[in-house]
């Protein structure tokens, strides 16, 4: 059986004096005459969260004298980092706090505990948001199956750079120490896959796995272990994922001396560059633990990404806006991933080579549009400057008239770039096959154009939110091309009519409510030519 861990979470990291750790302290700014432990580093490098361990300051201390709050500190513009400060609530609300993962942007942050609408409510995992007035309440992870498959003693968690991916570590056995790794992925109706282990290749069966780390590429993963071939107690061991299973994984490899040490090594934070890890050590420590950094050398690297940053506007008033942010593989809309602004519009994705991006903001009431980013050569770490801009709905560049209020005899003062609304061309639902009662009002159409023989189109179909991006818009594709069909069929010449399917990216209303979601699954033309 395995030691226990007296801690969850600030159990000693120790570099031995003999060790050949090359550790540059991270200073009095930082780190105090407490312990400091668990950091986690932005991707950008410019924010660390961070644990200390019986400060009178932190919250719950009265009650308990080794409680645990959040700290953090900034990277300010000399290269030095700002002396560190409490994390306010509802971060630290519990006696023992912690952050397992910042996004990329530092907008959302990924805490201890399951809570609703800011009260804790048990065991679990949160996402608090960055708001204009600071944090919003801690909102649980809706997790299938998570309270009857943690059961351990201690557990933690990280979040992927891509906010729909979670690891853990935890035990199925009752107030077990011995941990397994686990992973868990975001579905479209943002509730998260149950728990499933990582497999053979990483979990041990007499052995603790514990503090997963993915990097940026989404596929090197650091994590700890007191399984055979250590220097020491716990070590950091390195493994690359090597498909997309989450269950095949390359023969794990000893971080060896230049991190490990005869001691326990364990929460390894690493930003989007891959340049320094950081830990925490006892080695010259003002207090317990220390926060420092160590620079990896290349065989310890991940694959290198780009980060992508900007700003999202109004496109306008011009003014900066929240919203979310999503990013797309394409050719076919693959989701890789999502991110939200801040209310001052910043975003920051971590992307890694290999394939061409769609970026794409969305908000409720606003146009969404859609930037593409080729990465398709690898390269070195870069970081690229992209703003995203969405139209508001009621700034739309021409209002939509019913395609009852036109004369089936002709267009009259209709311009080309009119986008003409229908009201009946229906289908079943997640289908693309016309019904009967679309029938009419196509026939409308169809008698149009053919009084209007010089009349082009774009034919569009639109949906509501629910259901993927990807499924959304090869569902509207489909329908459009169905559609167009149905006109064909009556003989309107091909090169007349356009089919596009915009998916969710045209709301014409709120999709937070039935009505809005209702007026946004639609279909409707645009006059090309008259």
């Known amino acids: 059986m395995k030691k226990l861990v007296l801690h969850a ?26 312990s400091e432990a668990r950091p986690t580093i932005s991707a950008d490098g410019k924010t660390l969260y961070f644990i200390v361990e019986g400060n009178p300051k932190n919250t719950m201390y009265k009650d308990d004298k080794e409680a645990q709050d959040v700290w953090f500190s900034t990277l300010d513009e000399t290269g030095n980092w700002t002396q560190a400060q409490q994390a306010p609530a509802p971060i630290n609300s519990l006696s023992d706090n912690a952050v397992f993962w910042v996004s990329p942007d530092g907008n959302r942050l990924l805490i201890r505990g399951a809570f609703e609408n800011g009260k804790y409510v048990g065991r ?13 309440a801690p909102q649980r992870l809706k997790i299938k199956g998570y ?14 750079n891509d906010g729909k991916t979670l690891l853990f570590y935890l035990s199925e056995e009752r107030n077990s120490f011995i941990n397994d790794l686990y992973v868990s992925t975001l579905e479209e109706n943002d509730e998260w896959t149950m728990p499933k282990s990582l497999g053979a290749d990483i979990n041990t069966y007499d052995y603790d796995e514990i503090s997963p780390f993915l990097a940026a590429d989404g596929v090197t993963m650091y994590f700890s272990s007191d399984r055979p071939g250590g220097l020491g107690d716990y070590d950091i061991w390195m493994t690359k994922r090597l498909d997309n299973s989450w269950t095949k994984w390359s023969q794990p490899v000893n971080m060896g001396d230049s991190i490990n040490t005869p001691k326990w090594d364990a929460y390894f934070s690493l930003d989007a560059e891959g340049v320094y890890a950081y830990v925490s050590t006892t080695q010259n420590a003002t207090g317990g633990t220390d926060l420092a950094r160590v620079k990896l050398s290349e ?3 991940p694959k290198t990404v780009v980060l992508v940053y900007g700003r999202i506007y109004n496109a306008i008033t011009k003014e900066p806006m929240s919203a979310n942010m999503f990013y797309d593989k394409v050719p076919g809309e693959t989701s890789e991933g999502n991110a939200i602004s801040n209310p001052d519009g910043n975003y920051k994705v971590t992307l890694p080579y290999g394939k061409t991006y769609s970026l794409r903001a969305s908000a409720d009431n606003y146009f969404s549009l859609i930037d593409t980013l080729d990465l398709n050569e690898p390269g070195l770490y870069k970081e690229i400057h992209r703003d995203l801009y969405l139209y508001p709905i009621a700034n739309a560049n ?24 229908t009201n009946n061309i229906l289908f079943d639902f997640s289908k693309s096959i016309l019904r009967s009662d679309s029938y009419k009002e196509l026939d409308r159409v169809a008698k149009m154009m053919k009084v209007n ?23 509207s594709n489909d329908r459009a091309n169905a559609a167009r069909q149905y006109l064909l069929s009556k003989g309107i010449q091909e090169n007349r009519i356009i089919a596009k399917g915009y998916g969710e990216t045209m709301p014409v209303a709120s999709n937070s409510t039935d009505d809005g979601r209702q007026q946004n699954r639609r279909v409707e033309f645009k006059i090309l030519k008259k």
Request: some cysteine.
């Open 147 to 160: 309270n009857t498959l943690s059961l351990d003693k201690y557990s933690g968690a990280f979040m992927a």
């Open 9 to 34: 979470l600030v159990t000693m990291i120790v570099v031995n004096s003999t060790a050949q750790t090359t550790l540059e302290n991270l200073g009095t700014k930082v780190n105090s005459s407490y």
């Open 299 to 301: 065989s310890q690297k």
């Open 453 to 475: 023989p010089e009349m082009e189109i774009e034919l569009s179909a639109h949906t509501d939110k629910i259901g993927g991006y990807s499924d959304n818009l090869r569902l």
């Open 124 to 136: 679990g995992l949160s996402l608090c948001n960055k708001t204009e007035s600071g944090w919003s």
């Open 398 to 421: 021409t209002e939509r008239i019913n395609l009852d209020s036109i004369s089936d005899d002709g267009l009259g003062d209709i311009l080309p770039g009119q986008i003409v609304s």
